[in-house]
């Protein structure tokens, strides 16, 4: 985790998996179960480490198929396995790890991404060298063939890196990178241009805190710009616009009015499903220490979004606030056709009193263009920082998470697991 600155029925039985829970429509609304706990976990990977630190989960599509990959940056591995029914529903996954920390380098891998690069499919791994903040210009990123385990260096003696995601930004036909520089006091936002296999950094923007850089494009007109996340003083949604063959401008979507808003993470997808992609990005990053006494976390920290009217022009709305917002996913819970958001929170008490009201996992249902908060209670802490959403060949889909605990603070922590819900007969959200 980067330093910022710094009355519906359930379906009978069982066990019904996160995303098919259906929502009565009420304002608040808490998942209860007297006979025992709502959440049901299970390891997918064994749990061999006392206190996990999992800084990003997330599937990719791959080929003609999908991987579910984590990182691990303290122990410098990565790693994937294709998320099908085996792994999901039999808990047996066939893992290919990935160890960074085998050459001469600090590595401490914090994303993943895949790429086709000269017509070979890429990990492409975000690096930041050091976890805590620092100046050390240990970050770089990394391409490893998964074919053979061969490792290239693209970029490196930059800042903390945490972002590298592919996309053809020159329109040159072939594959070029994002980079998020997060650093400490010192970092960017750039692309790295694939000059036949040479990469040339070009930054966008000179400022230390980029968390996310997304190519996608927001104003329909072919090519791919930049939306993007920084932190440290920043605070700040922006948009770096393509105006063809790589050549951008800059614009500020959404800006703070504090520094310690603690800005943590920049999603892209058609919220409303008219054809565009919007924005969605969380505030709540626990370590911005330069956090005012007596601050309040569940008003300040949330969720947001930003939507498109299709030319790359922004309305911002507020979804919920919570302390610790940290990630998202998207899914149509209740099967209406619209899609609905869960919503994890990173809470670290080492910030803010241990008696603040806390709740770690929030669903917000999307009905007729309003947003209904359902708190999913839970009865430990499990340090929700990424979470990723998988669809099983039935069509079920799954909440998979890794624990992250990098100031030993322990809980019922997971290297990566399952979450689901164990709902009774007849019961009802109330």
């Given at each position: 985790?980067?330093?910022?600155?710094?009355?519906?029925?359930?379906?009978?039985?069982?066990?019904?998996?996160?995303?098919?829970?259906?929502?009565?429509?009420?304002?608040?609304?808490?998942?209860?179960?007297?006979?025992?706990?709502?959440?049901?976990?299970?390891?997918?990977?064994?749990?061999?480490?006392?206190?996990?630190?999992?800084?990003?989960?997330?599937?990719?599509?791959?080929?003609?198929?999908?991987?579910?990959?984590f990182t691990e940056p303290l122990r410098g591995l990565f790693s994937t396995a294709l998320a099908g029914?085996?792994?999901?529903?039999?808990?047996?996954?066939?893992?290919?790890?990935?160890?960074?920390?085998?050459?001469?380098?600090?590595?401490?891998?914090?994303?993943?991404?895949?790429?086709?690069?000269?017509?070979?499919?890429?990990?492409?791994?975000?690096?930041?060298?050091?976890?805590?903040?620092?100046?050390?210009?240990?970050?770089?990123?990394?391409?490893?063939?998964?074919?053979?385990?061969?490792?290239?260096?693209?970029?490196?003696?930059?800042?903390?890196?945490?972002?590298?995601?592919?996309?053809?930004?020159?329109?040159?036909?072939?594959?070029?990178?994002?980079?998020?520089?997060?650093?400490?006091?010192?970092?960017?936002?750039?692309?790295?241009?694939?000059?036949?296999?040479?990469?040339?950094?070009?930054?966008?923007?000179?400022?230390?805190?980029?968390?996310?850089?997304?190519?996608?494009?927001?104003?329909?007109?072919?090519?791919?710009?930049?939306?993007?996340?920084?932190?440290?003083?920043?605070?700040?949604?922006?948009?770096?616009?393509?105006?063809?063959?790589?050549?951008?401008?800059?614009?500020?979507?959404?800006?703070?009015?504090?520094?310690?808003?603690?800005?943590?993470?920049?999603?892209?997808?058609?919220?409303?499903?008219?054809?565009?992609?919007?924005?969605?990005?969380?505030?709540?990053?626990?370590?911005?220490?330069?956090?005012?006494?007596?601050?309040?976390?569940?008003?300040?920290?949330?969720?947001?979004?930003?939507?498109?009217?299709?030319?790359?022009?922004?309305?911002?709305?507020?979804?919920?606030?919570?302390?610790?917002a940290y990630d998202t996913a998207f899914v149509d819970f209740d099967s209406d056709g619209d899609l609905?958001?869960?919503?994890?929170?990173?809470?670290?008490?080492?910030?803010?009193?241990?008696?603040?009201?806390?709740?770690?996992?929030?669903?917000?249902?999307?009905?007729?263009?309003?947003?209904?908060?359902?708190?999913?209670?839970?009865?430990?802490?499990?340090?929700?920082?990424?979470?990723?959403?998988?669809?099983?060949?039935?069509?079920?889909?799954?909440?998979?998470?890794?624990?992250?605990?990098?100031?030993?603070?322990?809980?019922?922590?997971?290297r990566l697991a399952l979450l689901q819900f164990q709902v009774p007969q007849d019961s009802s959200v109330?």
């Open positions: 985790m980067p330093d910022s600155k710094p009355s519906s029925s359930w379906n009978s039985g069982a066990v019904f998996l996160v995303i098919s829970m259906l929502f009565v429509a009420s304002q608040i609304s808490t998942l209860e179960n007297e006979d025992e706990s709502p959440i049901k976990i299970t390891p997918l990977i064994t749990n061999d480490v006392e206190h996990p630190v999992v800084a990003n989960v997330r599937t990719l599509d791959v080929g003609n198929h999908v991987e579910l990959t029914s085996d792994c999901l529903q039999l808990q047996n996954c066939q893992w290919e790890t990935y160890n960074l920390s085998n050459d001469s380098h600090n590595s401490a891998p914090v994303r993943v991404s895949h790429a086709e690069i000269d017509g070979q499919g890429q990990w492409i791994v975000a690096d930041i060298g050091i976890l805590h903040p620092s100046n050390e210009k240990d970050g770089r990123i990394v391409m490893i063939n998964p074919l053979t385990g061969d490792k290239t260096v693209l970029i490196d003696n930059i800042g903390r890196t945490v972002c590298a995601e592919p996309g053809d930004l020159d329109a040159d036909g072939d594959i070029d990178l994002t980079l998020c520089e997060f650093g400490h006091d010192e970092g960017t936002v750039s692309w790295l241009e694939n000059d036949r296999g040479n990469w040339i950094q070009h930054i966008l923007d000179p400022r230390p805190g980029s968390i996310h850089a997304l190519p996608v494009d927001v104003d329909s007109d072919g090519d791919l710009d930049i939306v993007a996340i920084l932190s440290q003083l920043s605070e700040e949604v922006m948009l770096y616009r393509n105006h063809g063959n790589g050549n951008f401008s800059v614009e500020s979507l959404y800006k703070a009015n504090v520094t310690h808003y603690g800005m943590s993470g920049l999603k892209a997808i058609d919220l409303d499903l008219d054809g565009d992609k919007d924005l969605v990005f969380t505030n709540g990053d626990t370590m911005d220490f330069d956090t005012p006494q007596g601050i309040d976390p569940n008003e300040l920290h949330g969720v947001a979004w930003l939507e498109n009217d299709g030319s790359g022009s922004f309305t911002h709305h507020e979804l919920v606030r919570n302390w610790g609905d958001i869960i919503a994890t929170f990173f809470q670290d008490t080492n910030q803010f009193p241990e008696q603040t009201p806390r709740t770690q996992i929030i669903v917000l249902e999307q009905e007729n263009s309003t947003w209904i908060r359902h708190n999913i209670e839970t009865t430990a802490q499990h340090r929700f920082l990424s979470i990723a959403s998988v669809t099983t060949e039935s069509s079920a889909v799954s909440l998979v998470f890794g624990s992250h605990d990098p100031f030993s603070n322990g809980g019922e922590l997971y109330s």
